[in-house]
C-alpha cells in the first residue's frame, strides 16, 4: 500500500509541474492580434491554427488526471492519519477544594 501511495504520490507531482509548464507556455488573449496582421503562423510546427488548441486540450486532459490523482490520494489516506495533541497528554487537575469545607485555615477576627 505504501509503495502504491508513494508512486502514485510521484505521478501527481508531475502532472502538477506539467500542468504549470503547459500553461506558462500558453499565449495570452492579447497576444492574437499580432497574428491578425500577418505574422506568418501558417509554417509553424502546430499548424496554421497556432498551439493554441493542442496546448488547451491537454492542460485539460493533465487537469482531469491531476484532480483524479487528487481524489485518489484522498481516498486511500483517509484515516491514516493520527493527530496527536498536547492537550491529550494533559491529566486532569487535582480537585481544588470547596471554599465551604472546615479544612481551610480560620482567620482570626480582629
Not at 18 to 35: C, N, P, R, T
Not at 57 to 80: E, M, P, Q
Amino acid at each position: 500500500m505504501a509503495n502504491t501511495s508513494s508512486l502514485l504520490l510521484s505521478f501527481h507531482v508531475i502532472t502538477a509541474i506539467l500542468i504549470v509548464v503547459l500553461i506558462l507556455l500558453q499565449k495570452g488573449k492579447g497576444a492574437d492580434m499580432g497574428s491578425a496582421f500577418g505574422a506568418g503562423a501558417s509554417g509553424t510546427l502546430f499548424g496554421a491554427k497556432g498551439s493554441s488548441n493542442f496546448l488547451s486540450r491537454t492542460t485539460a486532459l493533465l487537469a482531469t488526471v491531476f484532480f483524479i490523482t487528487s481524489l485518489t490520494l484522498a481516498y486511500l489516506n483517509k484515516g491514516t492519519v493520527v493527530s496527536e495533541s498536547v492537550l491529550d497528554q494533559v491529566e486532569s487537575p487535582a480537585a481544588v477544594p470547596d471554599e465551604s469545607s472546615d479544612n481551610l485555615p480560620q482567620i482570626p477576627q480582629e
